[in-house]
């Protein structure tokens, strides 16, 4: 996807992939860092998704 194109969400599989990481590890740091998730349905079986400008923000704050 291009920018104008852009998805305002991402998936924890995204992160992984953007991050390098695994889903677990994914699941740990948005926690920690108290990124806003949206559940798609109901119970377990449930999408999670993060909202861009939130992960973006994160990860600036985290560059050294």
């Known amino acids: 996807m291009s920018n104008n194109t852009e998805s305002k969400y991402i998936t924890p599989s995204e992160l992984a992939i953007r991050w390098q ?3 677990t ?5 948005t926690r920690k860092a108290g990124l806003t998730r949206m559940y ?10 993060f909202l861009r400008k939130e992960v ?3 990860e600036k704050e985290r560059q050294v």
């Not at 590890?25 to 740091?29: A, I, K, L, Q, W």
């Not at 798609?40 to 998704?49: A, F, I, M, Q, Y």
């Open 21 to 23: 990481c695994s889903r």
């Open 56 to 58: 973006v923000a994160y």
């Open 25 to 29: 590890s994914v699941d740990r740091y």
């Open 40 to 49: 798609l349905g109901d119970g377990k079986n449930s999408s999670v998704r």
